[in-house]
């Protein structure tokens, strides 16, 4: 089974700051992945998938990145409604999600 | 615009059967486009697979709870439904369903708003 190893598990950042969550696949997955959001009280939201591709809607401070085994989901210029948790996603397997909280 | 909404048994006794359904709504159920999917998370807790349905009623299930899970498709009332057999605590989540995508991919888009599921006496 591939297993999605997501970091950090949490962190804070200043309004404007660059954030940058990983997420490691424990083999090739290709461009297989997919980001989600999940605000507080609320459902997940798609925001990237296959990788890089960004969801139509979804603000372009989002972007994804990588292939194979190691990806990454960059927050350009955090907002204080970007204050959520992050999963990835391959087939049926989940990353364990990092929450990102505004200083 | 396409939208999910779970409905059932919010409250289960350990040992029953937790019965959820999912409405499909701006949208047919009977597509080979997508399939259908059912997720859950406990309280705090991160996000974990249930299983797919297809529109033909082919599914994939979690193995860790194959044994316990039905799931069912009714195109004449465009939804999705789930069974799970001897619940136990480790059950109780919030339950989600979603319309899955983007073949090999597999993206969950959109999600219903879920429904919390407690099992206790």
């Known amino acids: 089974d591939i297993q999605m190893t997501q970091s950090p598990s949490s962190l804070s950042a200043s309004v404007g700051d660059r954030v940058t969550i990983t997420c490691q696949a424990s083999?090739?997955?290709?461009?297989?992945l997919n980001w989600y959001q999940q605000r507080p009280g609320q459902a997940p939201k798609l925001l990237i998938f296959?990788?890089?591709n960004l969801k139509t809607g979804v603000p372009s401070r989002f972007r994804g990145s990588g292939s194979g085994t190691d990806f990454t989901l960059t927050i350009s210029s955090l907002q204080p409604e970007d204050t959520a948790t992050y999963y990835c996603q391959q087939w049926d397997t989940f990353g364990q999600g990092t929450k990102v909280e505004i200083k | 615009q396409l939208q999910l909404q779970e409905s059932g048994s919010g409250l289960v006794k350990p040992s029953q059967t937790l019965s959820l359904t999912c409405a499909v709504s701006g949208g047919s159920i009977n597509t080979a486009d997508f399939s259908w999917t059912w997720i859950r998370q406990p309280p705090g807790k991160g996000l974990e697979y249930i299983g797919y349905i297809y529109h033909s009623g082919t599914t994939a299930y979690n193995p860790s709870l194959k044994s316990r899970l039905s799931l069912s498709v009714d195109k004449s009332k465009n939804q999705f439904s789930l069974k799970l057999s001897s619940v136990t605590a480790a059950d109780t989540a919030i339950y989600y369903c979603?319309?899955?995508?983007?073949?090999?991919?597999?993206?969950?888009?959109?999600w219903g708003h879920g429904t919390l599921v407690t099992v206790s006496s």
């Open positions: 979603a319309r899955v995508g983007g073949g090999s991919s597999n993206w969950f888009d959109p």
């Open positions: 083999q090739d997955i290709g461009n297989y």
């Open positions: 296959d990788a890089s």
